[in-house]
């Protein structure tokens, strides 16, 4: 189910939930994994983060329990890139460790990406 829509973006609820809430915020313009981003995609990121944040406060959410990131290869199920929006508590005890708070190989927070996409070269 769609929940937001724009010209660049498009956020909708994942159909294997993980927590009480778990949409994903996907670009329209095609962009295969986190590994394939530049410092000029790093807007991009800002926006989608900014898209989440506001869908997760709309359903009562804080930044004190939600969590915003990407899968990293080879964790991620499609190659489209998009954004994990997680409405906390998680679902099952396995989900913190396919969504780890301060990241790991199979998943970077937002923020993190963000600050990884503007750092130099």
């Given at each position: ?30 962009f ?51 954004m ?7 679902k099952?005890r ?28």
């Amino acid at each position: 189910r769609i929940v937001f829509e724009n010209e660049g973006f498009i956020a909708f609820h994942d159909i294997k939930p993980d927590a009480e809430l778990h949409l994903l915020v996907v670009p329209r313009e095609h962009f295969g994994t986190v590994k394939e981003l530049a410092a000029d995609d790093q807007k991009m990121i800002v926006q989608m983060l900014e898209i989440g944040q506001m869908l997760l406060a709309e359903n009562g959410f804080s930044e004190g329990n939600a969590r915003f990131g990407f899968h990293r290869p080879p964790f991620n199920s499609i190659h489209h890139l998009h954004m994990h929006c997680l409405g906390l508590p998680f679902k099952r005890r396995y989900a913190e460790l396919m969504f780890p708070e301060k990241g790991g190989p199979g998943f970077i927070p937002a923020k993190r990406l963000i600050e990884k996409l503007s750092a130099p070269a």
